[in-house]
């Protein structure tokens, strides 16, 4: 605002000096076309010229001195000067044609030195000097300064006050959610962000409200694995300790009937078994996920070992076991991984089956990926329980799963690994038609 206020008042003086230039001019044409005849015949009594030229230095508030031909001062309105003879540059330059305008800014006044040109010989036979005074200018210039500065001062303290109270306003919004984080460090998870502001501010109390539901289902579902993994691992240790009890506390137990419960005895070690190394590679996979073992893999045969191992069980319920390959895929995977994870689909696909049912299993690929489908005729998933099956422990029916030897984290092992690999993995399913699990891998591991 200073910068502006100074050029533009600088401007203002230059234009107003100048217009005051142009007037003197036009005051000194008047002057020299009153003058011609007196300079030519070289008498100067005329009385009315005498008073115009005091008249005009009267209303300038200035000096005029008017010089002949031969340099002689032959009017000076201070009359100080008349009579004498002035040989400046200015003027014996002027003799030449050449007028000039100076403006004295520190002693505030204009030079206008003019020449007076006899029209018919072409020839300067004389020279007005006029001092003029910009005393004026000066003075209206100050005021204008003056002017400005109430004007910038006031600007500045309005200014100052908005931005006192915008900053003000602006900041409370994150002042309170500081306060709301700080709460929530200190444990109140239940402490929800409810912030009006500024849109910026409500859209971070947004994300913030987002991301702390996330860590409440996280909690939640951390809280929920660690009560299933103790009930599913206190589950077979109860059944093995009524077992072991009833045997103990009956006297003269027949060999059958010990060799029946210790039967169960070991199928019940037999599924704790099962649980804690289900359990461990789960947990192995959160520890190292990106620490996989990538090495270039031929699918195709990969997939055949899998049936190939997983085919006397389809057998036994005379479940057919179809492979189909449209062509020949070799990918960069984790072997040991991608094989527990397909086998898990394809095992599924046999345990949730129908007597006398079909597996199918195909293979296909293109320049980016390869998918893996594993469809089959089963009892299907119902619509609700399809987003949680890869949830740990999630079985559908507790007690089939159970019969089959399942322990509700196999699809959870599967997608970790999917996942790992920077797949994808999908399922459509129809209750009592079947399933379909779509895998899609990248044939080359991104890391
Ligand atoms: P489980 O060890 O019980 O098989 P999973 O994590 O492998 O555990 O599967 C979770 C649940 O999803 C199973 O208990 C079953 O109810 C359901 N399920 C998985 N695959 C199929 C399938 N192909 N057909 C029908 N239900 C399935």
Avoid: C
């Amino acid at each position: 605002m200073l910068i502006f206020a100074v050029v533009t008042l600088n401007t203002y003086e230059e234009k107003l000096v100048d217009n005051k230039i142009n007037e003197i001019n036009a005051q000194g044409n008047i002057l020299s076309n009153l003058l011609i005849q007196t300079l030519v015949s070289g008498d100067f009594d005329n009385t009315d010229i005498d008073y115009e030229i005091i008249r005009m230095a009267d209303v300038y508030k200035g000096r005029i001195l008017v010089v002949n031909k031969n340099l002689k001062i032959i009017k000076d309105t201070y009359g100080l000067e008349s009579g004498k003879y002035i040989i400046s540059d200015d003027v014996v330059k002027s003799f030449k044609g050449l007028g000039k305008n100076y403006h004295n800014r520190e002693k505030n006044y204009i030079k206008s030195i003019y020449p007076v040109t006899d029209k018919e010989n072409k020839e300067v036979i004389g020279v007005i000097i006029m001092n003029i005074s910009t005393k004026e200018i000066l003075s209206l210039r100050s005021i204008m300064e003056y002017k400005a500065i109430i004007f910038t001062i006031s600007l500045s303290i309005i200014i100052l006050m908005f931005s006192v109270y915008y900053s003000e306003k602006l900041t409370r919004p994150l002042n309170n959610v500081i306060l709301s984080i700080d709460k929530l460090t200190e444990g109140y998870m239940n402490e929800k962000f409810n912030i009006k502001g500024y849109y910026e501010i409500e859209k971070i109390s947004d994300s913030f409200n987002h991301m702390l539901s996330r860590l409440e289902k996280l909690e939640n579902s951390r809280q929920e694995f660690v009560s299933n993994v103790s009930h599913e691992l206190k589950t077979p240790i109860t059944s093995i300790k009524v077992l072991a009890d009833s045997l103990l506390l009956q006297d003269d137990v027949p060999v059958e009937l010990y060799k029946e419960f210790l039967f169960d005895i070991t199928e019940e070690i037999e599924r704790e078994n099962k649980i804690i190394n289900d359990l461990l590679s789960l947990v192995k996979l959160d520890k190292t996920s990106g620490d996989l073992n990538i090495t270039n893999i031929n699918i195709n045969e990969l997939l055949e070992q899998i049936l190939k191992r997983l085919r006397p069980i389809s057998n036994i319920r005379n479940i057919e076991l179809i492979f189909e390959s449209f062509r020949p895929v070799s990918a960069n995977v984790d072997e040991v991984k991608i094989t527990l994870a397909i086998s898990n689909l394809i095992e599924n696909a046999i345990k949730y089956n129908k007597e006398d049912g079909w597996v199918r299993v195909s293979l296909n690929a293109d320049h980016k990926y390869f998918y893996v489908k594993v469809e089959d005729s089963g009892i299907g998933i119902p619509v609700d329980s399809q987003e949680d099956i890869f949830e740990r422990f999630y079985r559908i029916d507790k007690a089939r799963s159970r019969e089959t030897g399942g322990t509700g984290l196999g699809l959870s092992i599967t997608k970790n690994i999917i996942q790992m690999h920077r797949g994808v993995i999908k399922l459509y399913s129809k209750e009592n038609e079947g399933t379909t699990f779509n895998v899609r891998i990248p044939l080359n591991y991104i890391a």
